[in-house]
């Protein structure tokens, strides 16, 4: 007998985007977290991308973070600015809001979906067999789950206790960030010198000062001190500013690496348990969010039986190269921001320059915003395995945009043809149909104009399973992998 049909251990914003996902297509999911609160110490991630902003307007709930944060254009490689307003997306910029902020929102909306969350708890250790996992609590209690997935951080016990690998790169650079009083004005903004770099402001809302200086020295393991922080900002601008009365102070460097697999058995991984990096460009948050996405509406329908279990390999296969592009574009930033030598600017212009390019902005940006990201589903139609624009349909009940039709996390056959089009009577019970309309041009993210379909299927996650020309061909295989075989008609 299980407790819960899935147990995620985390629940950042990974953890909580992973359960909304599980609960809105009907699994019995829980979240075990060892925060007593939802409260974030210190500064962590600051903002949105554009896909991710798509993912939450799929499910109803971008509005909540829009009203929130400050839109802006966020997408960045280096320092080099990348503006995405001229892509065709309804949402052409990113959302500049801390990360404390994002998680209090996704943490009421999964309230909402009443997913019970196990706080102050902590998963210390786990033993799977055939049919599900045993997950023991910090505070001596046990529960009984057909899935454990590991949303809970780059130290993951669920990722080292599964024996999967951590392959990557060791640090070459480290920074202390803190948020801290001071007792003298200090020289606010961000600094970039031969020493690496730094930056000083303060908070939004009047509150203590955000710090993070670049250290000197690299390979510390301890937790950092005020007297750590003190001596990094001494050694840069030559004071420490009296800083004093700490609430956070933490260290982040660019070690790299990816876990060799997203899956073991019954116990997956998501977010920075399956991958860290170096926070150039804004994409780990992002990443993660976007990992549960794609796991979720596979997850439960696998525990719900209505499709195989090798249905989660296609997490792994889809979702590892895509993190595996975010850490190869992290180092080459690092690449860039090293300590600026006459080489490393000349690196920089030259970089600047083409950027400034039409055609290379558009396919980085594109990159660094996740508007381009594309599962290899096979060879096709360029919508194949990208993500569903959000066009302005008209319906039989009047206009209707793409987005509105995957609130509920269900897959949808979208036919632009004839009436009635595509036959997918045996797979009704798991997929809508909708008969629309749409006149304007299917245009993509750095791909351009591409050849208007007859109809599509789309994935829960937005992605598109299938593209119609006319024909039906394909359309049954494409039914069966992502939904399941055919009911008896």
């Given at each position: 007998m299980t407790d819960h049909a899935v147990i995620i251990a985390g629940g950042g914003p990974t953890g909580l985007m992973l359960a909304g996902e599980l609960a809105l297509a009907g699994t019995d999911v829980a979240i075990v977290e060892r925060r007593a609160g939802q409260d974030v110490a210190g500064s962590r991630a600051g903002g949105l991308h554009a896909r991710t902003i798509e993912v939450l307007d799929q499910r109803g709930i971008a509005d909540r973070f829009l009203a929130q944060g400050q839109v802006a254009q966020v997408a960045g490689f280096a320092f080099i600015r990348l503006d995405i307003s001229d892509f065709p997306t309804r949402h052409n910029y990113g959302l500049a809001l801390w990360q404390?902020?994002?998680?209090?929102?996704?943490?009421?909306?999964?309230?909402?979906?009443?997913?019970?969350?196990?706080?102050?708890?902590?998963?210390?250790?786990?033993?799977?067999?055939?049919?599900?996992?045993?997950?023991?609590?910090?505070?001596?209690?046990?529960?009984?789950?057909?899935?454990?997935?590991?949303?809970?951080?780059?130290?993951?016990?669920?990722r080292k206790s599964a024996g999967i690998e951590f392959p990557g790169w060791d640090p070459t650079t480290s920074h202390l960030i803190a948020e801290v009083e001071v007792a003298r004005e200090p020289e606010w903004g961000m600094r970039h010198d031969i020493s690496g770099i730094?930056?000083?402001?303060?908070?939004?809302?009047?509150?203590?000062?955000?710090?993070?200086?670049?250290?000197?020295?690299?390979?510390?393991?301890?937790?950092?001190?005020?007297?750590?922080?003190?001596?990094?900002?001494?050694?840069?601008?030559?004071?420490?500013?009296?800083?004093?009365?700490?609430?956070?102070?933490?260290?982040?460097?660019?070690?790299?690496?990816?876990?060799?697999?997203?899956?073991?058995?019954?116990?997956?991984?998501?977010?920075?348990?399956?991958?860290?990096?170096?926070?150039?460009?804004?994409?780990?948050?992002?990443?993660?969010?976007?990992?549960?996405?794609?796991?979720?509406?596979?997850?439960?329908?696998?525990?719900?039986?209505?499709?195989?279990?090798?249905?989660?390999?296609?997490?792994?296969?889809?979702?590892?190269?895509?993190?595996?592009?975010?850490?190869?574009?992290?180092?080459?930033?690092?690449?860039?921001?090293?300590?600026?030598?006459?080489r490393v600017k000349a690196l920089q212009e030259t970089m600047?320059?083409?950027?400034?390019?039409?055609?290379?902005?558009?396919?980085?940006?594109?990159?660094?915003?996740?508007?381009?990201?594309?599962?290899?589903?096979?060879?096709?139609?360029?919508?194949?395995?990208?993500?569903?624009?959000?066009?302005?349909?008209?319906?039989?009940?009047?206009?209707?945009?793409?987005?509105?039709?995957?609130h509920k996390a269900e897959p949808v056959l979208l036919n632009l043809g004839e009436p009635g089009g595509p036959d997918i009577t045996p797979w009704a019970d798991r997929v809508r149909q909708i008969d629309a309309q749409y006149a304007g041009a299917w245009v993509l993210p750095a791909l351009g104009t591409v050849t208007a379909p007859s109809a599509v299927l789309i994935r829960p996650d937005g992605h598109v399973a299938w593209v119609g020309d006319q024909t039906q061909a394909g359309l049954a295989d494409a039914l069966t992998m992502w939904f399941g075989p055919p009911a008896a008609v």
């Open positions: 404390n902020h994002i998680e209090r929102i996704l943490a009421g909306w999964v309230e909402e979906l009443s997913v019970p969350i196990y706080r102050g708890r902590e998963v210390t250790r786990f033993a799977q067999d055939d049919t599900g996992v045993d997950v023991a609590l910090s505070d001596g209690k046990s529960l009984r789950t057909d899935y454990l997935v590991g949303c809970d951080g780059g130290r993951s016990l669920i730094h930056g000083l402001s303060r908070m939004e809302d009047g509150g203590p000062v955000r710090v993070m200086v670049t250290e000197q020295q690299l390979g510390a393991t301890s937790e950092p001190t005020l007297s750590d922080l003190s001596a990094a900002l001494v050694a840069v601008y030559g004071t420490d500013y009296g800083i004093h009365s700490p609430t956070s102070i933490s260290r982040f460097t660019d070690m790299t690496r990816q876990a060799a697999s997203y899956r073991q058995g019954r116990v997956l991984l998501a977010g920075d348990a399956a991958h860290v990096h170096y926070p150039a460009g804004g994409q780990g948050l992002n990443t993660g969010v976007q990992d549960a996405v794609n796991l979720g509406w596979k997850l439960a329908r696998v525990v719900k039986q209505t499709s195989p279990e090798s249905l989660l390999d296609s997490y792994h296969a889809e979702r590892h190269p895509v993190a595996a592009r975010v850490l190869r574009n992290t180092m080459a930033q690092v690449a860039l921001m090293r300590r600026p030598d006459d600047s320059d083409l950027l400034g390019m039409d055609a290379p902005r558009k396919r980085i940006a594109a990159m660094m915003s996740g508007l381009d990201i594309h599962y290899d589903l096979g060879e096709g139609h360029p919508l194949l395995g990208r993500r569903m624009p959000d066009l302005d349909l008209i319906a039989a009940g009047g206009p209707l945009r793409v987005y509105t039709l995957l």
